[in-house]
């Protein structure tokens, strides 16, 4: 039996391969490529997002990835954003009193993190909501974060996980029908990290 077929959306962003190492070792089938077929016939599209809020909406729409999110989410098919891969999903972002669009999947504004030391780096704990599909068995584990930014406000119509920093409760992580996203890095977080890419693998 083969695993679920997963895209992982090359459009420049760094870090790709512990992403794609990641889903491998849970059992991905994983392509990186931005070939619109590809993306389209996958059972899941992974967004990664490393850096600037305005930069990786350059990076996508520099290989269609706005029309190919949207398109999936249009046919119910499963996409997982992590970092800014989760930010971008929100309305705007403003990075140095500068804003910029987004792919406004979600309503809200993605600023500074409110805390005295910035970025946000390092192991945190989160808040699930009950009967969360990604968090199942990991509700109590910690987290790899390395961000300056983040939402502060989400739709009350997801399900969303919360984290702190400082004087910033920020969002963590968002379940929306067929998009998830994630501020932290599940590559980046062990075992608790893998487990939660079976568990968005299991809902392909």
Not at 28 to 43: G, H, K, R, Y
Not at 166 to 175: D, H, I, L, N, P
């Amino acid at each position: 039996m083969t695993g679920p077929e997963v895209v992982v959306l090359d459009y420049g962003s760094g870090n790709v391969r512990s992403a794609v190492r990641a889903l491998e070792r849970v059992g991905a089938q994983v392509q990186l490529t931005a070939d619109p077929e590809a993306v389209a016939a996958a059972d899941g599209l992974f967004v990664p997002g490393v850096g600037a809020f305005a930069s990786v909406m350059a990076g996508l729409s520099g290989v269609g990835g706005p029309r190919m999110i949207e398109r999936r989410l249009a046919g119910g098919r499963p996409v997982l954003g992590v970092c800014v891969g989760l930010q971008v999903m929100f309305s705007t972002g403003v990075e140095h009193g500068t804003p910029a669009a987004g792919l406004d999947q979600w309503p809200g504004v993605v600023d500074r993190l409110r805390a005295d030391v910035v970025p946000h780096m390092g192991w945190s704990t989160v808040a699930p909501p009950a009967g969360s599909a990604l968090f199942a068995g990991v509700e109590d584990q910690r987290f790899y974060f390395v961000h300056s930014y983040a939402a502060h406000t989400a739709p009350d119509y997801a399900q969303v996980t919360w984290s702190s920093h400082g004087e910033s409760t920020f969002v963590a992580a968002v379940e929306n029908g067929p998009l998830c996203a994630t501020q932290f890095h599940p590559e980046k977080s062990g075992d608790a990290g893998a487990e939660l890419l079976r568990n968005w693998l299991h809902t392909l």
